[in-house]
């Protein structure tokens, strides 16, 4: 299962110099570009999405998405649609659920934990991918 989210920001980069430095940094992150047009880059990432991660990675990775480019009075407007599996973070609250039943209900303190964990991961994306991007 994926949730899709947006975000999109006007910086001050020639679109052609965006464009350069979006396909830099997809590879450099390990993303498959799917598909390459004048103004929009698609891609998915080469990790399963189930599989374990290191944190630094966790924190930082997308599933899939595409970045839209336009020109806007010499500037550039970068958005980003983008899709995060949340079928590890399901599965981590199904065995806590489970867990609690045979343990206590003091377990489900660890579901809060995983939850705040998830919603840190969505807010640094949100908040960091076209920086990190600019950055390169």
Known sequence: MKLKFKTHKLVEFNADAVYDKTIRYLKEKNYNVVKQTATTISFNDQIVSWKLVPNYTYY???????????????????????????????????????????????????????TLNFIFKVLNIHNNIIENLLKI
């Open 60 to 114: 930082s990775k997308i599933n899939e998405g595409q970045f839209d480019l336009t020109r806007q009075n010499g500037q550039t407007n970068i958005c980003l649609t983008y899709h995060l599996s949340i079928t590890f973070e399901l599965i981590q609250l199904l065995i806590i659920i489970f867990a609690s039943t045979y343990m206590g209900y003091k377990v489900l303190l660890l579901a809060i934990f995983f």
